[in-house]
């Protein structure tokens, strides 16, 4: 007799066949019939079946392994009616379960804009911008040497202005409450309209090249012009513009004000982004990661101080920053030329529209920046982008003149009363 | 740093061709007078449009082609159409017995 030890094992306890590694192949399958499908009963099904074979336990990886089995034997308690032994359905009560809870609807993302405009010379010029669909529900647009208004609620289109064949429209925005508009233009002069009356109430001068930036907060208005210059215009004083910035080396194609916060961001053709704060003159940030011009700028209204912006043909990336620290927090290449962003009002998501070489919409999980969908539709860049007020809908306008509207978010959900609980 | 007054609307050397849009699901139809925001129509575009299309020319190269010019200008076409592959079939002889020589 040698001394060898031979265990004794119990084959049949402790050698087990892991069913649970078939789980994950019976569950892609499932995912690959849902795709296929894209029906909520096939994956409900397959969620049933995985469950009634392999029950509720988290997937093992390997098919064989060596050891006890750990699942737990039903131990013997009371008898009690709603016993499984009793149950009359074919079905275990952690199914029922899954059946029983109330299922997410799949997101939907239109292939078609639910509305197409016609836009003949409507500019295919990065730098401009010539759409903003304000808070009283018109939409502003800058065609050629005219401003056009159309109405979301009737359809109805009116001609405002035309400002004649040698001065072009090259920024457009609503002030306020959507009563005034202000339109920059070709000769530097900036126009404030007044839309119940349809006349122009004032204009603004400053600028001795073309303004295609215009920003907006409080009762100032401010404008980017490609003479490099900033300006911020007190919409109450009677005179000219108040206060004069110059720090970009080059033509100023993207402003936006952070009213919250009081910040205001500007993106340049120069490749760097400044952060201003209301009460200073120098710039409290200058982000210089993009290697091309920035003209796509966002805030978000879910967090202060993240601001999202967007580099153009070369450099082609999403970054977010957060402008109360000053650190970059992150950065994705999205494929191709950024020409406009918005930020989502309902979610935390940031769409955006691109041009060289995509020419598609395309919408962003924040912070995560996972690509949620592209839309492809325009056959040539996509310059333009305003969101509805209510925030459910874009605008989009390209070079290929035309304006579409895509619903992409939905409503709001309520927020209940404190008061009742 | 070459950085020049206009250069995000010059193309990219790599991609001076506008995208390919021949997938798209539909056409935009435009009227012959364009009036600022008018509201235009959409044409989709059937995906099994262009398979007709590829089964119609794959058509045109079989050895049936003579047979469908022959069938569209109304004349009988000769024989070496239908059966130019084969070898010529041997005449029958009424008897049986003969022909299972």
């Known amino acids: ?421 | 740093m070459v950085n020049t007054d206009n250069k995000e609307n010059e193309p990219p050397n790599m991609e001076k061709a506008h995208m390919d849009s021949s997938n798209a699901l539909y056409r935009v139809q435009r009227p012959l007078q364009r009036r600022p925001l008018q509201e235009l129509s959409i044409e989709l575009v059937k995906p099994s449009q262009t398979i007709t299309v590829k089964k119609s020319k794959k058509s045109t190269n079989s050895s049936s082609y003579f047979a469908q010019l022959h069938a569209a200008s109304g004349q009988n076409p000769p024989p070496s159409v239908h059966s130019s592959h084969k070898q010529p079939s041997k005449a029958r002889s009424p008897n049986p017995l003969l022909s299972m020589r």
């Open chain 1, 1 to 421: 007799m040698g001394d060898r030890f031979i265990p004794i094992r119990n084959v049949s306890n402790e050698f087990n066949f892991s069913f649970q590694s078939f789980k994950e192949c019976v569950l892609s399958h499932g995912s690959n019939l849902r795709r296929k499908t894209s029906g909520t009963i096939q994956r409900q099904f397959m969620e049933l079946l995985s469950m009634e074979l392999f029950g509720s336990q988290a997937s093992r990886s390997r098919a064989f392994y060596y050891g006890e089995d750990k699942r737990k034997i039903e131990k013997k308690m009371l008898d009690t009616p709603d016993r499984k032994s009793y149950s009359l359905s074919p079905i275990s009560p952690q199914s029922q379960d899954m059946l029983r809870q109330p299922q997410k609807p799949k997101r939907a993302f239109p292939k078609t804009p639910y509305k197409i405009l016609d836009a003949p010379y409507l500019k295919n010029d990065f730098y401009l911008n010539l759409l903003d669909w304000g808070q009283s529900n018109v939409l502003a647009v800058g065609l050629a040497s005219s401003i056009y208004l159309w109405s979301a609620a009737s359809g109805k289109v009116v001609q405002l202005h035309d400002f004649g064949a040698t001065n072009h429209v090259t920024s457009v925005l609503w002030t306020g409450k959507g009563t005034q508009l202000a339109v920059g233009t070709d000769s530097g002069v900036i126009y404030i309209w007044d839309i119940e009356s349809t006349k122009s109430v004032r204009s603004l001068k400053g600028h001795s090249e073309r303004v295609a930036a215009l920003a907006w907060n409080d009762n100032t208005l401010t404008s980017g012009g490609k003479d490099e210059v900033i300006l911020h215009h007190d919409l109450r004083a009677p005179g000219c513009c108040a206060e004069m910035m110059k720090v970009h080396e080059q033509e100023i194609c993207g402003l936006q004000w952070d009213r919250s916060l009081g910040q205001l961001a500007s993106g340049g053709n120069d490749n760097n982004l400044f952060v201003w704060d209301y009460r200073s003159s120098r710039p409290l940030h200058k982000f210089e990661e993009h290697t091309a011009a920035v003209k796509a700028i966002g805030w978000s209204p879910h967090q202060r101080g993240i601001l999202a912006s967007g580099g153009g043909t070369i450099d082609r990336c999403l970054t977010i920053h957060n402008t109360l620290t000053g650190r970059l927090q992150n950065k994705l290449d999205t494929g191709s030329q950024v020409c406009n962003m918005a930020w989502s009002k309902t979610s935390n998501e940031i769409v955006t529209t691109h041009g060289f070489a995509k020419n598609q919409v395309s919408l962003w999980k924040y912070p995560s920046l996972k690509n949620i969908a592209n839309l492809t539709a325009h056959t040539n860049r996509v310059l333009y982008l305003s969101m509805s007020p209510d925030g459910q809908s874009i605008v989009t306008g390209a070079g290929d003149e035309t304006l579409r509207f895509w619903k992409l978010f939905n409503k709001k959900p309520k927020e209940e009363s404190t008061l009742i609980r």
